[in-house]
Structure formats: structure tokens, C-alpha cells
């Protein structure tokens, strides 16, 4: 059930002498309360699963829609069989042996994904059959990490009014059209934030029009590794750089849109698209991404940054 509150404007005076003087509104207004009885429609399969070049285990994560104002958390899809597929015929079974939506490939000292090398999800759940596809693209070596000296004019709400900022150097590959997703890292675990700090670039800048092919990254993309707070001396700081196709970088450039979607110029909330197609034409939600990671870690050294710009 819905409350909708609306406004009557009743009244609003304009004073004129000549010119425009001034602007004066009357407003009334009163508040009418519409109930609206809402229907949910049926749960859907929500797929969310990346594989990696790295060593380690593999997880595809699988659950199900609910109704829009239902605040628990999201229900597990259970019993489905997971499995993907690689181009040379290679077959990786995933297992939920927790059974709680998390299907995960395991082989001690082994690797599943490989550069250039093309990947098939295949999904069977409740009488349904889903797939998607993906590729692991190339990526750079991230060449270095640089700290500098940082003050804010007033105490933030986290972390030290001054500190340091981090911010990584690395070439794009030649070749116009690759895509990358960067994700900070702390204490040599990926930093958790807001999706609207999600940082993707298309060769070295944030677009596909920035004409920046075998360059080196951008500086707001280079920055993207401090978000909200800047970071004390000694602190251990890092930064993945991940190779993704162009259906993967629309993907996370919409979920960024969609998680800052709000304010005067807020649109309708909308499932965003991803890759995860079935057999009978059932809508299914998520993605299924590959990648290969170049990975970097480092330690702020108050003594060695950089002093402030």
C-alpha cells in the first residue's frame, strides 16, 4: 500500500507597477492521502557471478526478487545446478554445500579462467534453463603506486582531516575499445562503498568518445582509489585493475546511474539489464562477468609522499 500526498496550490498574486517589482506567491495547500493497493509479481532469478584469471576459489551467487518494499534480505535460490563451460570444452561444476545461494568451484591449486579464453554459465533451476557468456580480456600491469599529502578544509565524517591520498600509474593497452573496472583495495581486501563510486574506464578515461587508446589512465581514474576519506600514514592500500567487455563496463555504468538516482531530477526505479538469457524467454536479472586482474599493493610512507599540490 501506497501513500500518496498531494498539494493545491490555491492562490498566487503577481504585482505589477510597469516593469516586474517583485514576485509575491500565496501558497495553501492541503494533503490528500490515496491508498493504492500494489500487486508483486512473480520472483525472478537474480545470477551474480564474476570468474577471474587467479587462483582460488569461483562463486556464483544466485537469489531471487521480491516484492519492491520488502526490506529482508534477498531469498537464496536453492537446489539449481551450476556449472560453466570454457571454448576448449572444459567443465567446472559449482556446489551450494552451505546451501544458501552460493555456488562455488573449488580445486586446490588450480585456476579456471584464462586470458582470451571464452566462458559459458549454464544454469538449471526450477524447471528453467539459463545461460550467458563471456570472454576474459587482456589487461595492463599496474606499474606503481604514489601517496600524497593531503588537507581537507574541515573534519570529515571518516578518516583524518589530513592524511594522504593514493592514486595508481598504469598504460592502456593499444588497441582502441578496451574496458576496465578498478577497484580500490584496503588491508588487501576490496574497499566496500557506495555503488555510485564504481569506477570503469574505456581505454584510459571514463568514455568511449575520450579518444585516449595506449595512454596512461586519467587522473580521476587514477584518484578513483580514494573514496569519501582520505588515509592515515602506514595504512596498506591497494588496487585491482580488471580487464571487462563492453557489455560488462554498460552494466556497472548503469548500476552507478541507478545507485545515484535520486533528488529533484529522480526517474523511476528500473531493473537494470544484464546477460543472463533463458530457454523459454523467462526474464532472469544479473550478470555474469570474467576477468583478469593485475593487482598492487602498498604502504603509506609519510616520509616518501609526495607533498601537497
Sequence with gaps: ????????????????SGLVLAIVPFLWGCED?????????????VVDGWIYNQPGPQEIRLSKTGAYFDNAPATPALNARVWVQDNRGAIYEFKDVSSNGRYVWEVADSTMGAIGRQYTLHIEHEGEKYTAQNEIKRVPRVDSLIFTHESWPTKPEKGPKDGFIAEFYARDLEGAGDTYWIKPLRDGKPYKSNPVNISIAYDAAGSKESATDGLIFILPIRQSLTIGELFNDKDSVGVELLSINESAFRFLEQVRTEASNGGLFAVPFANIPGNIKSESGTKALGFFGASAVSRLEGRV??????PRR
Excluded at 33 to 45: H, N, W
Excluded at 301 to 306: E, G, I, L, V
Design 1 to 16: 500500500m501506497i501513500k500518496v500526498i498531494t498539494m493545491d496550490f490555491l492562490k498566487v498574486n503577481w504585482l505589477k
Design 33 to 45: 492521502v490515496i491508498d493504492l493497493e500494489t500487486q508483486t509479481g512473480p520472483p525472478l532469478l
Design 301 to 306: 610512507d609519510a616520509n616518501t609522499a609526495r
